[in-house]
């Protein structure tokens, strides 16, 4: 089965400051990857998504993602960070017609 | 563009009762989802389908049904309310798999069972 996992609960940055959320998968096969983010309150909007072809994958918001699958990544970047992209980060899988979500990544990003 | 929609937005039930949730999509999506999520758990489907008349068991579907009436309608039943089923509800649709096109969510039920 397809799977994966965000190893940090929390990512607290300064304003300005460079933002990464990190997410590394586990697929049989070619994988499907996507970001998505959750506004307090809210349900999940779709950030971006790699399918084939390059390795950096630009999204919504300023948001870009680096697939690596040497190291079987896909990290979620934004090169200045807004107070308002404060919200709850998740990465998921496509298996089959199924989405696998990591479990999430809360940002904080601090004036 | 409505996209979305569910209904209830809140709801506290009591042990035993029974209740309907009810998702509406308006972009002619084949496929549609059910997922409960918890905290530090992610989001966790409990079942989808895939047309008109179909559904299929996600990865926790005990205690609760579903049924596709209609393309646009995916509706989530709770039999007999259970502490455990206490969450919040998300309905999701999207194209068909091939095309690999994202999920569009509505913003939740937010379910207590006490």
């Known amino acids: 089965a397809q799977s994966v996992a965000q190893p940090e609960d929390q990512v607290n940055v300064a304003e300005g400051n460079p933002l990464t959320v990190k997410c590394t998968y586990s697929?049989?096969?070619?994988?499907?990857l996507f970001w998505y983010v959750q506004y307090p309150n809210r349900g999940l909007q779709f950030l971006l998504k790699?399918?084939?072809?390059?390795?950096l994958v630009k999204g919504s918001y300023g948001f870009e993602a680096e697939f690596n699958k040497s190291q079987t990544s896909f990290h979620l970047k934004k090169p200045s960070a807004l107070v308002s992209d404060s919200a709850l980060y998740f990465c998921?899988?496509?298996?089959?017609?199924?989405?696998?979500f990591g479990a999430g990544t809360t940002v904080t990003v601090r004036a | 563009n409505a996209g979305v929609t569910q209904t209830p937005k809140f709801r506290v039930l009591k042990t035993g009762q029974s209740m309907t949730l009810l998702c509406a999509q308006d972009?002619?999506?084949?496929?549609m989802y059910w997922y409960r999520q918890d905290p530090g758990m992610g989001l966790r489907l409990i079942h989808y389908?895939?047309?008109?008349?179909?559904?299929a068991k996600g990865e926790v579907p005990d205690g609760y049904n579903v049924s596709r009436l209609k393309k646009q309608n995916f509706l989530l039943g709770l039999e007999s309310a259970a502490p455990s089923q206490t969450s919040v509800y998300f309905c999701?649709?999207?194209?068909?798999?091939?095309?690999?096109?994202?999920?569009?969510f509505g913003d939740g039920t937010r379910l207590s069972i006490l």
């Open positions: 389908s895939v047309g008109e008349g179909t559904t």
């Open positions: 972009m002619n999506h084949e496929y």
């Open positions: 998921a899988v496509r298996d089959t017609v199924q989405l696998s």
């Open positions: 999701a649709s999207s194209h068909r798999v091939g095309s690999n096109q994202p999920q569009h």
């Open positions: 697929v049989s096969g070619n994988p499907y």
């Open positions: 790699y399918i084939t072809g390059d390795n």
